[in-house]
């Protein structure tokens, strides 16, 4: 059954509201003035590693240069 409700534009162009919100975000912080524009440019970097989970523990990151041959 199709709905006659209006759908958020961002949707009707294919996006997620992640990927809509990260583009305004970013044309948000190029507009900024100086300093404001190169501190918020700072406070977007993140930093994150990924683990793997076995036996409910996680595992050890693998490091690129740790990682096996293919």
Known sequence: MASNAAVP???????????????CANLVRKCL??????ESINREKVH??????????PQK???RSDA???
């Open 61 to 63: 990151p693998v490091l």
């Open 68 to 70: 096996p041959e293919v």
């Open 33 to 38: 003035k100086e300093p404001f524009k190169a």
């Open 48 to 57: 994150f590693s990924l683990s793997k989970w076995a036996d409910g523990k």
């Open 9 to 23: 534009f961002w949707r009707a162009a294919g996006m997620t509201y992640i990927t809509y919100s990260n583009i």
